[in-house]
């Protein structure tokens, strides 16, 4: 079955207009959700809106509210909130480029594939991704969707472009408060060494098959097996947990980081072994 486009419209730079389609780069499929059920009947729970000291209220009487002060709200219409919206726009106009390391980790949000409309323009949009690349820019914009508006980056990815909506400045905690009781001393040259030399045997291109969601799977198998079972009695594993055994939180670094080396080195071989005999 074929993606859906998540957005279809138009991407401007200046005078030039490309038709482009927006996918959405990542899938939830992978991650286990659950129902709350009634143990005795094994029904799922539903559940009712109510009001403290009143008891459940009707659907046509809920709106919705801001709180500007602790049991203080605004309350607005639904009507109030429609005529704020934004318009979805079908033009997503490239209003600045910066440097690609210019843009912290901390503002981007979720991931979306731009593939050219179709083959009349697939000219332009090849000329733009190029352009990004050369350059070694991001370019910024801001997409209305779906009544409100995202700021986006748009960078090459392959033989596509690659969109990051954004979170906007207020969205985002400054660090320093968390960081300021770190003293600002300098670690000693040799533990730095070791730990400089660990992280160098440790270093490989990235591969994110490399990597599984080891709770997701024991989950998976948990609920393979239940299902098998038919069982309503609780089936609990115990699982070891890596470390020291003592469970001492108390280690001497220096040694901790040379063993960590030494277990870490490579190891030479047999035949490495004889030939230097």
Same mark, same amino acid.
């Given at each position: 079955?074929?993606?859906?486009?998540?957005?279809?419209?138009?991407?401007?730079?200046?005078? !030039?207009?490309? @038709?482009?389609?927006?996918?959405?780069?990542?899938?939830?499929?992978?991650?286990?959700?659950?129902?709350?059920?009634?143990? @005795?009947?094994?029904?799922?729970? &539903?559940?009712?809106?109510? !009001?403290?000291?009143?008891? @459940?209220?009707?659907?046509?009487?809920?709106?919705?509210?801001?709180? *500007?002060?602790?049991?203080?709200? *605004?309350?607005?219409?639904?009507?109030?909130?429609?005529? *704020?919206?934004?318009?979805?726009?079908?033009?997503?106009?490239?209003?600045?480029?910066?440097?690609?390391?210019?843009?912290? @980790?901390?503002?981007?949000?979720?991931?979306?594939?731009?593939?050219?409309?179709?083959?009349?323009?697939?000219?332009?949009?090849?000329?733009?991704?190029?352009?990004?690349?050369?350059?070694?820019?991001?370019?910024?914009?801001?997409?209305?969707?779906?009544?409100?508006?995202?700021?986006?980056?748009?960078?090459?990815?392959?033989?596509?472009?690659?969109?990051?909506?954004?979170?906007?400045?207020?969205? *985002?905690?400054?660090?320093?408060?968390?960081?300021?009781?770190?003293?600002? #001393?300098?670690?000693?040259?040799?533990?730095?060494?070791?730990?400089?030399?660990?992280?160098?045997?440790?270093?490989?291109?990235?591969?994110? &098959?490399?990597?599984?969601?080891?709770?997701?799977?024991?989950?998976?198998?948990?609920?393979?097996?239940?299902?098998?079972?038919?069982?309503?009695?609780?089936?609990?594993?115990?699982?070891?947990?890596?470390?020291?055994?003592?469970?001492?939180?108390?280690?001497?670094?220096?040694?901790?980081?040379?063993? #960590?080396?030494?277990?870490?080195?490579?190891?030479?071989?047999?035949?490495?072994?004889?030939?230097?005999?």
């Amino acid at each position: 079955m074929a993606a859906r486009a998540y957005w279809q419209g138009q991407i401007r730079l200046a005078l !030039v207009s490309i @038709p482009v389609e927006i996918y959405t780069a990542t899938k939830s499929g992978a991650k286990i959700s659950f129902n709350q059920i009634h143990e @005795p009947s094994g029904k799922r729970i &539903s559940y009712e809106k109510v !009001v403290p000291g009143i008891g @459940p209220v009707d659907r046509d009487e809920i709106i919705r509210g801001y709180e *500007v002060s602790k049991g203080n709200y *605004v309350l607005l219409e639904d009507e109030e909130i429609e005529a *704020v919206k934004v318009e979805s726009k079908r033009t997503l106009e490239l209003v600045q480029f910066v440097d690609t390391c210019e843009i912290d @980790p901390l503002y981007f949000e979720k991931p979306y594939y731009v593939a050219p409309q179709d083959e009349l323009a697939e000219e332009a949009f090849i000329v733009l991704r190029e352009a990004l690349r050369k350059a070694k820019k991001v370019a910024l914009g801001q997409l209305s969707m779906r009544g409100s508006e995202k700021l986006v980056a748009i960078k090459p990815c392959g033989k596509g472009l690659l969109l990051e909506t954004l979170r906007y400045a207020d969205e *985002v905690r400054k660090g320093q408060s968390f960081f300021a009781d770190i003293e600002e #001393s300098k670690p000693k040259k040799e533990l730095l060494d070791l730990a400089t030399t660990l992280i160098e045997q440790k270093s490989a291109p990235f591969d994110a &098959s490399e990597f599984k969601d080891r709770y997701v799977d024991a989950l998976r198998k948990l609920i393979d097996k239940k299902a098998k079972s038919k069982s309503k009695k609780a089936i609990i594993e115990d699982v070891d947990e890596p470390g020291d055994a003592s469970g001492s939180n108390v280690i001497d670094l220096m040694a901790a980081l040379k063993k #960590s080396v030494d277990g870490d080195a490579p190891k030479k071989s047999a035949t490495k072994r004889k030939k230097s005999a």
